[in-house]
Antibody, heavy 122, light 109 residues
Framework: EVQLLESGGGLVQPGGSLRLSCAASGFNFGAYAMSWVRQAPGKGLEWVSSIGGSGANTYYYADSVKGRFIIPRDHSTNTLYLQMNSLRAEDTAIYYC??????????????WGQGTLVTVSS | QSVLTQPPSASGTPGQRVTISCSGSSSNIGSNYVYWYQQLPGTAPKLLIY???QRPSGVPDRFSASKSGTSASLAISGLRSEDEADYYCAAWDDSLNSLFGGGTKLTVL
C-alpha cells in the first residue's frame, strides 16, 4: 500500500524558510515522479512543483514559487522535500505530497498524503 | 483565477444524474489527458478519473467522464449523499505546468 507521510509544517514569519518532508513507502520510489500540491484555507487546489523519477533530471515549478522553492528528493531514504524560502502570507496552505503515476511529471496524481499545514504570519 | 474553468457549484437530488464541465485550451486539455479528483469534506483529494475517461479500481461506474476538444466533463449518475464533495479537473499544460480547475462543490439536496 502506498503511504505518503508529510511533516515539517508549522508557523513561520514572512520572509522565513521552512522545509517540508514526505516519507514515501509501499512503492518503487525512484520509478515515479513526485509533486507538491497546496490548498489555501477554503480555496481550491494549486500545483506547486514536480520532480521526475530517478535519473530524469526534471524539475518544474509554478510561477508563484519559482526562485523561492526547491524540490529535492533522496532516493536512499525514499523522501521528498520542499525547501521553501522567502515565504509570504499567500503561501499559507495545506501542502500535499503527491505521487505521480509516471516517471516524468505529467500531472497524473494517483496517491496523495494527508497534508501538512504551513502558516505564514507575523 | 484558474486556467481550467469549472462551475463553482452543482447540485442534484438522490438518484439524479449531474454533470460538471471543465474548459481549457489547446495547450492543456486540447493536447493532454484530463484527470478528475474528488475531495470529500476534511480529507485529501483522491484520483477519480485518469486519462480522460478511465476509472481507478474501486471507483464506482456511476462516475464517468469524457473529453472533446478543449473541454471535458464529469458525470455522476444515481447520485448518492456520499457523493457530496468538491470535484476538480486537472490537466498537464505544454508550458510544463500542472493545472487544476477552480473546483466544483457538489451538493446532494
Amino acid at each position: 500500500e502506498v503511504q505518503l507521510l508529510e511533516s515539517g509544517g508549522g508557523l513561520v514569519q514572512p520572509g522565513g524558510s521552512l522545509r517540508l518532508s514526505c516519507a514515501a513507502s509501499g512503492f518503487n520510489f525512484g520509478a515515479y515522479a513526485m509533486s507538491w500540491v497546496r490548498q489555501a484555507p477554503g480555496k481550491g487546489l494549486e500545483w506547486v512543483s514536480s520532480i521526475g523519477g530517478s535519473g530524469a533530471n526534471t524539475y518544474y515549478y509554478a510561477d508563484s514559487v519559482k526562485g523561492r522553492f526547491i524540490i529535492p528528493r533522496d532516493h536512499s531514504t525514499n523522501t521528498l522535500y520542499l525547501q521553501m524560502n522567502s515565504l509570504r502570507a499567500e503561501d499559507t496552505a495545506i501542502y500535499y505530497c503527491v505521487k505521480d503515476r509516471e516517471w516524468l511529471p505529467r500531472g497524473y496524481f494517483d496517491s496523495w498524503g494527508q497534508g501538512t499545514l504551513v502558516t505564514v504570519s507575523s | 483565477q484558474s486556467v481550467l474553468t469549472q462551475p463553482p457549484s452543482a447540485s442534484g437530488t438522490p438518484g439524479q444524474r449531474v454533470t460538471i464541465s471543465c474548459s481549457g485550451s489547446s495547450s492543456n486539455i486540447g493536447s493532454n489527458y484530463v484527470y478528475w479528483y474528488q475531495q470529500l469534506p476534511g480529507t485529501a483529494p483522491k484520483l477519480l478519473i485518469y486519462r480522460n475517461n478511465q476509472r481507478p479500481s474501486g471507483v464506482p461506474d456511476r462516475f464517468s467522464a469524457s473529453k472533446s476538444g478543449t473541454s471535458a466533463s464529469l458525470a455522476i449518475s444515481g447520485l448518492r449523499s456520499e457523493d457530496e464533495a468538491d470535484y476538480y479537473c486537472a490537466a498537464w499544460d505544454d508550458s510544463l505546468n500542472s493545472l487544476f480547475g477552480g473546483g466544483t462543490k457538489l451538493t446532494v439536496l
